[in-house]
């Protein structure tokens, strides 16, 4: 094998394994994140190792169910890397989102992650679109599982009577989320009436009624 070969190959290995994996590997055992630095890497700078403990890797704000008393009858609690540092580097987090009866988790992307769901109690009707538009949905039920591909739109809703709950597993320490909605009609500054106004083929009255419905509570 002659030199340019090797190389050709050594790249496609490398290429090859930036698509397969989602966050990068870590160089050590441990790099609790220090959230307090003002260094910004892509990750989070590690703490100096004398001052790691346990509580750096622990966390109960999955423990109680959160209030979905919220536009869309749904809340999502987090449990990344902002607040578990130990996750720092570790490609993994969880997240607890509970539901009222006909709440709605809207549709929405992970653009760093793929979202396993898995159901503690109720039942919901879930499903994602693929870039070709095609519906993938189903309903699940508790003890039952769902995936969502990294970047796709998805959703989650509880038709039922009763609240609902389920318990998220990504393949990121820090997945990130874009909801439609909110990123179209909340962003700041707000994307221009006639941009949505086209892209909906709605009047302007109908576009700024979902922008206060949707504007941030003061």
Request: hydrophobic share 40%; proline share 6%.
């Amino acid at each position: 094998m002659n030199l340019s070969d090797f190389v050709f190959l050594l790249s496609v290995a490398l290429l090859l394994a930036t698509v397969i994996s989602s966050d990068p590997d870590p160089f050590q055992d441990l790099c609790v994140a220090d959230l307090a630095s003002g260094v910004k890497v892509n990750g989070f700078t590690c703490k100096e190792a004398s001052q790691v403990n346990a509580s750096d890797f622990f966390s109960n704000v999955l423990a109680k169910p959160g209030e979905t008393n919220t536009t869309f009858g749904s809340k999502v609690t987090v449990a990344n890397v902002e607040k578990i540092a130990g996750l720092n580097t570790l490609g993994v987090s969880l997240a607890r989102i509970d539901y009222a009866p006909g709440g709605l988790n809207p549709p929405h992307t992970h653009p760093r992650a793929t979202e396993i769901v898995f159901v503690l109690q109720g039942k919901l009707d879930v499903g994602f679109i693929t870039t070709s538009n095609l519906l993938i949905s189903k309903t699940i039920n508790k003890g039952e599982i769902f995936v969502f591909p990294k970047g796709l739109v998805h959703f989650q809703n509880n038709n039922g009577k009763v609240h609902a709950a389920v318990l998220s597993a990504f393949n990121s320490q820090l997945p990130g989320t874009q909801s439609i909605p909110t990123t179209l009609f909340a962003a700041t500054p707000p994307v221009p009436d006639h941009v949505l106004t086209k892209t909906f083929q709605v009047g302007t009255k109908e576009v700024e009624k979902i922008k206060s419905r949707l504007a941030p509570k003061k």
